[in-house]
T-cell receptor, first 113, second 114 residues
Framework: ETGVTQSPTHLIKTRGQQVTLRCSSQ?????VSWYQQALGQGPQFIFQ???????GRGNFPPRFSGLQFPNYSSELNVNALELDDSALYLC????????????FGSGTRLTVV | AQSVTQPDIHITVSEGASLELRCNYS??????LFWYVQSPGQGLQLLLK????DTLVQGIKGFEAEFKRSQSSFNLRKPSVHWSDAAEYFC????????????WGAGTKLIIKP
Protein backbone atom coordinates (compact mmCIF):
# COMPACT_ATOMS: atom_id res chain seq x y z
CA GLU A 1 0.00 0.00 0.00
CA THR A 2 1.56 3.27 -1.12
CA GLY A 3 1.11 6.42 0.91
CA VAL A 4 0.53 9.97 -0.26
CA THR A 5 3.26 11.38 -2.49
CA GLN A 6 3.79 15.07 -3.10
CA SER A 7 6.04 16.78 -5.62
CA PRO A 8 8.19 18.72 -5.65
CA THR A 9 9.49 18.65 -2.10
CA HIS A 10 10.91 22.16 -2.25
CA LEU A 11 10.29 25.07 -4.59
CA ILE A 12 11.43 28.68 -4.84
CA LYS A 13 9.34 31.11 -6.87
CA THR A 14 9.32 34.83 -7.51
CA ARG A 15 6.44 37.05 -6.46
CA GLY A 16 3.84 37.26 -9.23
CA GLN A 17 4.67 33.86 -10.71
CA GLN A 18 2.40 30.83 -10.86
CA VAL A 19 3.03 27.42 -9.28
CA THR A 20 1.57 23.93 -9.57
CA LEU A 21 1.93 21.39 -6.78
CA ARG A 22 1.10 17.74 -7.28
CA CYS A 23 -0.24 14.98 -5.08
CA SER A 24 -0.78 11.26 -5.58
CA SER A 25 -3.33 9.92 -3.16
CA GLN A 26 -3.09 6.68 -1.23
CA UNK A 27 -4.36 3.66 -3.10
CA UNK A 28 -8.11 3.30 -2.68
CA UNK A 29 -8.67 6.84 -1.40
CA UNK A 30 -11.15 8.97 -3.36
CA UNK A 31 -10.89 12.28 -1.48
CA VAL A 32 -8.02 14.74 -1.51
CA SER A 33 -7.66 17.78 0.73
CA TRP A 34 -5.07 20.54 0.60
CA TYR A 35 -3.79 22.50 3.58
CA GLN A 36 -1.39 25.40 3.97
CA GLN A 37 0.89 25.39 7.00
CA ALA A 38 2.77 28.60 7.71
CA LEU A 39 5.84 28.42 9.91
CA GLY A 40 4.92 27.90 13.56
CA GLN A 41 1.22 27.46 12.87
CA GLY A 42 -1.28 24.70 12.41
CA PRO A 43 -2.49 23.79 8.93
CA GLN A 44 -5.24 25.87 7.29
CA PHE A 45 -7.79 24.20 5.04
CA ILE A 46 -7.63 25.30 1.41
CA PHE A 47 -10.10 22.97 -0.32
CA GLN A 48 -11.16 19.38 -0.77
CA UNK A 49 -11.94 17.31 -3.85
CA UNK A 50 -14.19 14.28 -3.92
CA UNK A 51 -14.53 12.29 -7.13
CA UNK A 52 -13.16 15.19 -9.20
CA UNK A 53 -15.52 17.82 -7.75
CA UNK A 54 -14.66 20.53 -5.25
CA UNK A 55 -16.37 19.48 -2.03
CA GLY A 56 -15.56 22.42 0.21
CA ARG A 57 -13.31 25.44 0.37
CA GLY A 58 -11.63 27.39 3.12
CA ASN A 59 -10.97 31.10 3.34
CA PHE A 60 -8.52 31.33 0.44
CA PRO A 61 -8.79 33.66 -2.59
CA PRO A 62 -9.70 32.38 -6.08
CA ARG A 63 -6.06 32.49 -7.19
CA PHE A 64 -5.80 29.20 -5.26
CA SER A 65 -7.37 26.57 -7.48
CA GLY A 66 -7.23 22.83 -7.81
CA LEU A 67 -8.03 19.76 -9.82
CA GLN A 68 -8.63 16.11 -9.12
CA PHE A 69 -8.06 13.55 -11.83
CA PRO A 70 -9.90 10.26 -12.51
CA ASN A 71 -7.13 8.34 -10.71
CA TYR A 72 -7.80 10.63 -7.69
CA SER A 73 -4.44 12.38 -7.90
CA SER A 74 -4.65 16.14 -7.51
CA GLU A 75 -3.03 19.46 -8.31
CA LEU A 76 -2.96 22.72 -6.40
CA ASN A 77 -2.37 25.82 -8.52
CA VAL A 78 -1.54 29.23 -7.13
CA ASN A 79 -1.49 32.27 -9.40
CA ALA A 80 0.07 35.69 -8.79
CA LEU A 81 2.20 34.45 -5.92
CA GLU A 82 2.61 36.69 -2.90
CA LEU A 83 5.30 36.61 -0.23
CA ASP A 84 2.72 35.40 2.31
CA ASP A 85 2.15 32.28 0.22
CA SER A 86 5.45 30.96 1.50
CA ALA A 87 4.49 27.89 3.50
CA LEU A 88 4.40 24.11 3.64
CA TYR A 89 1.59 22.81 1.46
CA LEU A 90 0.16 19.52 2.63
CA CYS A 91 -1.95 17.10 0.68
CA UNK A 92 -4.08 14.56 2.51
CA UNK A 93 -6.12 11.73 1.10
CA UNK A 94 -8.97 9.84 2.68
CA UNK A 95 -11.76 7.44 1.89
CA UNK A 96 -14.77 9.71 2.03
CA UNK A 97 -15.15 12.38 4.64
CA UNK A 98 -12.64 13.60 7.16
CA UNK A 99 -14.04 11.47 9.94
CA UNK A 100 -12.25 8.44 8.60
CA UNK A 101 -8.91 10.16 9.14
CA UNK A 102 -6.48 11.58 6.68
CA UNK A 103 -3.23 10.20 5.34
CA PHE A 104 -0.86 13.08 4.78
CA GLY A 105 2.00 13.51 2.39
CA SER A 106 5.29 15.04 3.52
CA GLY A 107 4.42 18.34 1.92
CA THR A 108 5.88 20.81 -0.54
CA ARG A 109 7.87 23.67 0.95
CA LEU A 110 7.16 26.77 -1.16
CA THR A 111 9.30 29.87 -0.76
CA VAL A 112 8.24 33.06 -2.54
CA VAL A 113 10.95 35.71 -2.91
CA ALA B 1 -15.44 32.32 16.73
CA GLN B 2 -14.87 28.61 16.31
CA SER B 3 -11.36 27.69 17.35
CA VAL B 4 -8.99 25.07 18.69
CA THR B 5 -6.57 26.09 21.42
CA GLN B 6 -3.38 24.38 22.43
CA PRO B 7 -2.18 26.56 25.28
CA ASP B 8 1.35 25.21 25.47
CA ILE B 9 3.69 26.19 22.64
CA HIS B 10 6.54 24.09 24.06
CA ILE B 11 6.66 21.35 26.67
CA THR B 12 9.87 19.80 28.02
CA VAL B 13 9.65 16.39 29.64
CA SER B 14 12.31 14.00 30.91
CA GLU B 15 12.55 10.65 29.19
CA GLY B 16 10.43 8.14 31.09
CA ALA B 17 8.20 10.79 32.63
CA SER B 18 4.47 11.11 31.94
CA LEU B 19 3.05 13.56 29.43
CA GLU B 20 -0.17 15.50 29.04
CA LEU B 21 -0.79 17.87 26.14
CA ARG B 22 -3.80 20.13 26.39
CA CYS B 23 -6.42 20.89 23.76
CA ASN B 24 -9.61 22.95 24.07
CA TYR B 25 -12.17 23.69 21.37
CA SER B 26 -15.06 26.10 21.07
CA UNK B 27 -17.97 24.45 19.28
CA UNK B 28 -21.54 24.03 20.40
CA UNK B 29 -21.97 20.40 19.43
CA UNK B 30 -19.52 17.57 19.92
CA UNK B 31 -17.24 17.60 16.94
CA UNK B 32 -14.98 14.86 15.71
CA LEU B 33 -11.65 15.18 17.54
CA PHE B 34 -8.18 14.19 16.43
CA TRP B 35 -4.56 14.25 17.51
CA TYR B 36 -1.78 14.23 14.92
CA VAL B 37 2.00 14.19 15.27
CA GLN B 38 4.47 15.87 12.92
CA SER B 39 8.16 15.03 12.94
CA PRO B 40 10.65 17.28 11.15
CA GLY B 41 10.59 16.72 7.41
CA GLN B 42 7.64 14.39 7.65
CA GLY B 43 3.93 14.67 7.14
CA LEU B 44 1.27 14.53 9.81
CA GLN B 45 0.48 11.13 11.29
CA LEU B 46 -2.83 10.34 12.96
CA LEU B 47 -2.37 9.25 16.60
CA LEU B 48 -6.02 8.79 17.56
CA LYS B 49 -9.54 10.07 17.01
CA UNK B 50 -12.82 10.41 18.88
CA UNK B 51 -16.28 10.35 17.35
CA UNK B 52 -18.59 9.14 20.10
CA UNK B 53 -18.90 6.53 22.81
CA ASP B 54 -16.17 5.80 25.35
CA THR B 55 -14.54 9.10 26.22
CA LEU B 56 -11.11 7.54 26.71
CA VAL B 57 -9.60 6.57 23.38
CA GLN B 58 -6.45 4.61 22.74
CA GLY B 59 -4.11 5.41 19.89
CA ILE B 60 -0.86 4.34 18.38
CA LYS B 61 2.58 4.57 20.03
CA GLY B 62 1.09 4.21 23.51
CA PHE B 63 -0.89 7.47 23.42
CA GLU B 64 -4.39 7.97 24.76
CA ALA B 65 -6.75 10.92 24.96
CA GLU B 66 -9.76 11.76 27.08
CA PHE B 67 -12.75 13.75 25.85
CA LYS B 68 -14.39 15.91 28.52
CA ARG B 69 -17.56 17.54 27.23
CA SER B 70 -18.01 19.79 30.26
CA GLN B 71 -14.55 21.28 29.72
CA SER B 72 -14.58 21.18 25.90
CA SER B 73 -11.23 19.44 26.15
CA PHE B 74 -9.47 16.56 24.46
CA ASN B 75 -6.13 16.15 26.20
CA LEU B 76 -3.45 13.76 24.98
CA ARG B 77 -1.53 11.62 27.45
CA LYS B 78 1.28 9.11 27.57
CA PRO B 79 2.44 7.39 30.76
CA SER B 80 6.14 7.24 29.85
CA VAL B 81 7.73 9.19 27.00
CA HIS B 82 10.62 8.03 24.85
CA TRP B 83 13.20 10.20 23.09
CA SER B 84 11.57 9.26 19.79
CA ASP B 85 8.38 11.05 20.89
CA ALA B 86 10.07 14.42 20.38
CA ALA B 87 7.94 16.10 17.68
CA GLU B 88 5.15 18.62 17.23
CA TYR B 89 1.67 17.57 18.24
CA PHE B 90 -1.50 19.00 16.76
CA CYS B 91 -5.05 18.78 17.98
CA UNK B 92 -7.69 19.07 15.27
CA UNK B 93 -11.46 19.25 15.13
CA UNK B 94 -13.96 18.46 12.39
CA UNK B 95 -17.09 20.51 13.16
CA UNK B 96 -20.24 18.47 12.62
CA UNK B 97 -21.69 21.03 10.25
CA UNK B 98 -18.60 20.93 8.08
CA UNK B 99 -16.95 17.58 8.42
CA UNK B 100 -15.04 17.85 5.20
CA UNK B 101 -12.34 19.97 6.83
CA UNK B 102 -10.22 20.00 9.95
CA UNK B 103 -9.70 23.03 12.17
CA TRP B 104 -6.26 22.87 13.77
CA GLY B 105 -4.61 24.14 16.89
CA ALA B 106 -1.26 25.89 16.61
CA GLY B 107 0.60 22.84 17.87
CA THR B 108 2.71 21.94 20.90
CA LYS B 109 6.38 21.15 20.44
CA LEU B 110 7.50 18.32 22.71
CA ILE B 111 11.12 18.35 23.82
CA ILE B 112 12.54 15.30 25.59
CA LYS B 113 15.33 15.72 28.15
CA PRO B 114 17.69 12.73 28.42
Amino acid sequence: ETGVTQSPTHLIKTRGQQVTLRCSSQSGHNTVSWYQQALGQGPQFIFQYYREEENGRGNFPPRFSGLQFPNYSSELNVNALELDDSALYLCASSLGMVGYGYTFGSGTRLTVV
Amino acid sequence: AQSVTQPDIHITVSEGASLELRCNYSYGATPYLFWYVQSPGQGLQLLLKYFSGDTLVQGIKGFEAEFKRSQSSFNLRKPSVHWSDAAEYFCAVAPEESNYQLIWGAGTKLIIKP
